[in-house]
């Protein structure tokens, strides 16, 4: 149903539809993600806990169809005196993190500590 106003009502307009022709071809990126980080390139993934629009929890399935071991659940990093963040690894150099009250930018949302995040995995030290 779409409505529109008109002279200062609301009129139900049932003869307006769409119709969206499409066919789903997004190909996937799990054999992408798995070739790299098989060859030994390290990842990082990283989601804001408050991103609606690519929310942690379908990052997550999506690394959880990588089929990657758990190699260090659930910890948590602090960035001045305050959790910033969770983080989980996986076997072949995979991380995930989740940064704290951040949206689908993390960066934008929580700029120290993604930078914080960022430059502790780059230099190998616990992000």
Known sequence: MLFTSGRGLCQNR?????SL???YDLPSSVKYQQKL?????RAL???????????????????????????NDWRSWFSCGQIARYKRTY????TFA???VAGHA????KPRESLDMIKRWLSYQQC
């Open 98 to 100: 989740s940064i704290k």
């Open 91 to 94: 076997a072949h150099n995979l």
């Open 21 to 23: 022709q499409y066919t």
């Open 106 to 109: 993390g960066p934008e949302y």
């Open 45 to 71: 993934v990283y989601s804001g806990d408050h991103d609606l629009l690519v929310p942690h929890i379908g990052t997550q399935t999506w690394i959880r169809s990588l089929n990657y071991s758990i190699i």
């Open 37 to 41: 980080t098989s060859q030994g390139y």
């Open 14 to 18: 049932s003869d307006a539809t769409i």
